[in-house]
């Protein structure tokens, strides 16, 4: 794709996403109202020289966290002072939504709010988004340089420099993960209205018919690895902005029919991604064949955090073996003996969708398993495979509320 600041001089890259000198709209020492936070550490200066030295376009609301900390009193002092005992901090691999421990406060960074604070079985917790400022300007002239300005040329994938009469503006979806949803509410109003003032001739001026797509209960525009919103309208394309595939994957295999661009912020590339969407449903497809009519099935609950749901146990319908793992791997399936004859795993789609061929026997979905149950109609039948594992409603949530499929 073209680059909208083309010719750059070469930079030294940088550790973090975004440019140090773009707006911030909440900076790393944001805060709420201020009678919310003692003055004591909002004028605490050895606390802001160290908050100083994270990067300037992370909003990591330090003074907010040490807020609540100190606001609900927690054990950790009160065990050191009155006894030898340590506390610590226990850094090991999580995955986002599925980790909830047994603790006083859960200091969340990086997701929204997807455990909702009133479920989380006593445990206080604290969601901090870390919203990343980026090169907005980049972001919008990159978008009008490549993207053209009609439907039609679009859809007819041409290059031209004659003058076109004006006809129905392409139409964008834009999703994103929590960390830039801020950026991409301003991108929707940016394209959504007249380019006025601007410098460069090669951009389009016109305005867009852009939308921000929505799975509640996730944010607007906000999509998950495993939830990502069926777009009706079938929109000429959809930009997703950041890094990686994983996210971005989830509304592909959702909107197969769709073109999907991604944004990069930490490189600022603009580029066209694909997807196998035959490959992948062909392959899931033979593992729903191979598992139905088939005698024993083992339903893996995942022991992480919330990712072992009995109620996707209690919807299997042919007595199966409850297996506990905290996570998949061929080789500890392998150590099971031929007598279980399917498997399915609760934790995430996307482990059978990505990884299941990987595995010698049927390493099902929950969405598949009820599939191969006849209980709801394969995605060669309706022509979705749906990605809303965790959307409000869906099919999945259902199953696991009530214990069973509910047939569609």
């Given amino acids: ?42 004028q605490n200066e050895a606390l802001n020289t160290a908050i100083s030295a994270l990067p300037s376009n992370y909003s990591f609301e330090i003074h907010k966290t040490l807020a609540n900390i100190q606001r609900h009193w927690l054990h950790d002092d009160i065990i050191e002072r009155f006894s030898d005992a340590l506390t610590v901090v ?11 421990l047994g603790c006083d406060l859960l200091v969340h960074y990086g997701h929204s709010c997807l455990v909702p604070v009133d479920v989380t079985t006593g445990i206080r917790t604290l ?18 340089l490549n993207l053209p300005d009609t439907k039609d040329r679009f859809l007819e994938n041409k290059e031209s420099k004659e003058e076109l ?14 960390q830039f949803v801020s950026a991409l509410s301003r991108l929707k109003e940016s394209l959504s209205s007249p380019l006025l003032n601007s410098s460069s001739p090669n951009l389009w001026p016109g305005p867009y018919a852009a939308t921000v797509p929505r799975s509640h209960p996730l944010s607007p525009g906000e999509i998950l690895g495993c939830t990502a919103p069926r777009l009706p309208d079938a929109p000429d394309a959809f930009i997703y902005l950041g890094d990686g595939r994983f996210h971005l994957e989830a509304a592909m295999i959702a909107n197969p029919g769709v073109p999907a661009f991604r944004y990069d912020p930490y490189s600022k590339k603009l580029t066209r991604e694909g997807y196998d969407h035959v490959r992948m449903r062909d392959t899931r497809l033979k593992a729903v064949k191979n598992a139905e009519g088939k005698g024993t099935w083992g339903v893996i609950l995942g022991t992480l955090g919330r990712q072992g749901n009995p109620g996707h146990l209690k919807a299997i319908s042919v007595t ?33 969708i990505d990884w299941g061929a990987a595995f010698e026997r049927p390493l099902l979905s929950v969405y598949e398993s009820g599939v191969a149950l006849g209980k709801w109609g394969g995605w060669w039948e309706d ?10 409603g869906s099919r999945w949530v259902e199953a696991r509320k009530n214990g069973e499929f509910i047939t569609a």
Wanted: proline fraction near 10%.
């Fill in 165 to 178: 009469a004006v006809g129905p503006p392409t139409s964008l979806a834009l999703v994103s993960t929590i």
């Fill in 90 to 100: 226990l850094a090991d691999v999580t995955y986002g939504a599925c980790c909830a």
């Fill in 320 to 352: 199966p073996i409850p297996i506990l793992l905290s996570e998949l791997s061929p080789a500890k399936l392998a150590l099971f003996n031929d007598s279980i004859d399917v498997f399915v795993q609760t934790s995430c789609p996307r482990l059978s």
């Fill in 1 to 42: 794709m073209a680059d909208a600041s083309a010719p750059r001089k070469r930079v030294r890259p940088r550790k973090f996403v975004g440019s140090t000198k773009a707006p911030l709209s909440s900076s790393s020492s944001s805060t709420p109202p201020l009678n919310s936070i003692p003055q004591s550490l909002l």
């Fill in 127 to 144: 969601y901090i988004f870390v919203e990343i400022a980026i090169d907005e300007k980049h972001l919008v002239e990159t978008v009008r």
């Fill in 383 to 392: 022509g979705e495979y749906p990605m809303d594992f965790y959307a409000r």
